[in-house]
């Protein structure tokens, strides 16, 4: 076991650290840069026989449970964008509580990193009878989801050992942006866009590595957090789901209350909790909802509000003028890749919080790493 760690103390804490790496097994062989006439591309294996179909679908339906369902949620603006095709979201259980619609014309795509999961292997199931086209994106070859799929794509970012789910999460997200780049196909009007998400993929394991260089400030982070009962996380656009996901890594392994909010959503409820205790981490990247996120943290400031904001590198002055508050600097890169970067300080507090803490890191009490009964 300590070998399998390497020089790492627990399994989250290397899973953390090998994203630079795990991204780069994600994405090997499956993007072209072109020659000078050559136009930049991402390739598929598993979905080149069905690609047709789905571009031809009425709605793509994201299925999933716990970090692979905000894994999806992350990817799905850019999917939308690129692919014109509505895109929805389903937990798996809801979908099977509700018996929800799904049509042949639809293309349901399952997320899961063990592949394993019983809510998302009954709701293919569902999907299968239904006679939609059945996706699955999973971290496990020859699982259930990948063996009863009509077709899918691997994640390939290794075994993930840790119960609180880090590397497989952004590498999920990274495949999900490659479907989308897949799907939108070579449509002239979106080249410029998909050419710079390209580069974008290239570059990200080197940013992912400059991130992790927050590791002490977020250790420090931690440290002033270790009594809070409470920590809110507040997102939109591409980031919702880093909200999310940041909450639910808090909440898994630290054992800290932590909600994810769509910032949208502020003044219809958590408005209400904000006073001078409770933290609240505001995630403020430059994209097209930054100055609706700057209007968010104005409010947030105005009640007094105790807050974390993270936001592009050197970009803490102009996320509010005036505001003296802690700020997490990270590299910026294209928006609909910014979740991928987003997490990692919000992996890496609810690692040492946990520590600091005293909890088990990677085995949560009362949690498993794969749910297989419902
Ligand atoms: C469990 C794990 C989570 C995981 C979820 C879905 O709850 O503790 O980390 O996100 O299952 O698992 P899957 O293997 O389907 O991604």
Do not use: W
């Amino acid at each position: 076991e300590q070998i399998n760690k390497g020089h790492y103390e627990h399994y989250m804490q290397k899973e953390i650290h090998e994203q630079p790496e795990s991204l780069i097994t994600t994405m090997r062989g499956r993007l072209l840069r072109g020659g000078s006439s050559k136009a930049k591309s991402v390739i598929l294996g598993g979905l080149k026989d069905h690609l047709k179909t789905i571009r031809r679908s009425r709605r793509i339906v994201f299925i999933g449970c716990g970090t692979s369902y905000n894994a999806a949620l992350a990817a799905r603006p850019i999917l939308e964008e690129l692919s014109g095709i509505p895109v929805t979201m389903e937990i798996a259980s809801d979908l099977l509580d509700r018996q929800g619609p799904i049509y042949r014309e639809d293309t349901a795509v399952f997320v899961s990193q063990s592949g394993e999961t019983a809510d998302t292997l009954l709701a293919l199931e569902y999907a299968l009878e239904n006679g939609a086209l059945c996706v699955g994106i999973t971290n496990t070859v020859g699982s259930a989801i990948a063996r009863n799929t009509h077709c899918g794509v691997h994640i390939n970012a290794g075994a993930e050992i840790g119960v609180a789910s880090t590397k497989a999460y952004t590498s999920q997200i990274v495949v999900m942006v490659m479907l989308a780049l897949a799907i939108g196909g070579d449509a002239i009007s979106s080249e410029a866009r998909r050419d710079a998400i390209i580069e974008g993929l290239f570059d990200l394991p080197n940013k992912v590595r400059e991130v992790l260089k927050l590791d002490m400030e977020m250790k420090d982070l931690a440290k002033s957090l270790i009594d809070e009962q409470s920590l809110l996380v507040f997102g939109r656009g591409y980031n919702y789901a880093t909200a999310l996901e940041g909450a639910l890594k808090v909440k898994e392994v630290a054992l800290m209350h932590s909600e994810g909010i769509l910032a949208g959503e502020m003044k219809h409820g958590p408005l209400a909790l904000v006073d001078e205790n409770l933290p609240i981490f505001v995630i403020a990247a430059r994209d097209a909802c930054f100055s609706k996120q700057q209007s968010v943290i104005q409010q947030l400031h105005a009640r007094k509000g105790r807050l974390i904001v993270m936001c592009s590198k050197g970009d803490a002055a102009a996320v509010y003028p005036g505001l003296s508050c802690r700020a997490i600097e990270v590299p910026q890169v294209e928006d609909c890749l910014q979740p991928v970067v987003n997490i990692i300080p919000l992996q890496l507090l609810a690692y040492h919080l946990t520590v600091l803490r005293g909890y088990n890191v990677d085995q949560p009490r009362n949690l498993a790493k794969s749910v297989t009964t419902q």
